[in-house]
């Protein structure tokens, strides 16, 4: 590899004109040489032009602020990289697009960065921007403008907008006693990942299981396949899980004025990979399963007797309100209290 000049390294972001810090991004990004089919109009004038082809926009937006959704530095000494944040920018506003079971057509980024932030941690967060979309599948999603402002902290702010190409939106309002509630991707590994990162466990002591658990946290693996096609399968009603199985499943039972019932059996399934980080911290693997989020798997109800599509696993199944009762998530009959996060609870 060449070696970087010093000056390279050290080079913040006060150094740079906006001018030429957007020309080191923008090529990481690849908006020059990569558009979506959506895209009328790229980066370069005072706004892009993004087509609807049939008449609608699916669109979503999400923030990270330093100290609040992530650390520089953790307890366990891991530094988060730009690559993480520009990852997690992705993976989070796919999630919603996924989740209602739309296509991500593009994004635009907002970034607020202090002046001593370093150059190069601001092109790896373009770096896994570029990766995050890539990686995750979302190929007919590109990145179509943005914009830079100074902060006294760093601040990411992305909007996706997406496509239903022709189709039903996947509402959360929709299930139906007697569904079947099925879960696409995990739950409760980013839950672990965080406890990890927020241990006094040095991160170069970790095994690669443990490891793992910590990347979900720092880079979620949205089933990004999944959320076109439990629509096309006949999904009733769907979200993403964000701020946990309960307290999002809270959400979708709200929204369908139904109660959701989970098999203890699939919650231990569920919780399998959690091992590893569960012995070592003395955590119960449930505690993640049921109010972990961030794994960004999709929860979603189909009519019962049809096929699950694939990758989907049963977990539960909807029930309707018995007289006296509040929508709300049970297991196996009985009302749970596990919460997930809130981001507005003590
Ligand atoms: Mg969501």
Known sequence: MPEIPLSEKTLTVAGLSESDLLA?????????????????LGPGDDAAIISASDGRTVISI?????????????????HTTGFDVGWKAAAQNLSDINAMGATATSLVVSLTLPPGTLVSWVE????????????????????????LGRGREISVTAAVLGTLNGGRAVLRSGARPGDVLALAGTVGHAAAGLALLESELDVHSLTPEQRALLDIQCRPQPPLWA?????????????????GLVRDGARLAGASGAVLDLEPRELGRLGERLGPASELL?????????????????????PSGIQLPSGFTAIGSVQALGTT?????????????????????D
């Open 227 to 243: 959320g076109p096609l439990a629509r096309t399968a006949g999904a009733t009603a769907m979200l993403d899980i964000s701020d």
């Open 62 to 78: 999400d923030t990270q602020v330093q100290d609040q959704d992530f650390r520089l530095r953790w307890a366990n000494g891991y």
């Open 124 to 147: 790896d967060l373009a770096d896994g921007l570029a990766a995050g979309i890539r990686e995750l599948g979302a190929e007919e999603c590109s990145v179509a403008g943005g914009d």
């Open 282 to 302: 003395g955590v119960d693997p449930l505690t993640w399963v049921l109010g972990g989020g961030e794994d960004h798997g999709l929860l979603a109800t189909f």
């Open 24 to 40: 080191r991004i923008f090529p990481r990004l690849e908006m020059d040489a990569r558009h979506s089919a959506a895209t009328v």
């Open 325 to 345: 009762e509040s929508p709300g998530v049970k297991i196996a009959g009985r009302v749970t209290g596990a919460g997930g996060w809130d981001h507005f609870a």
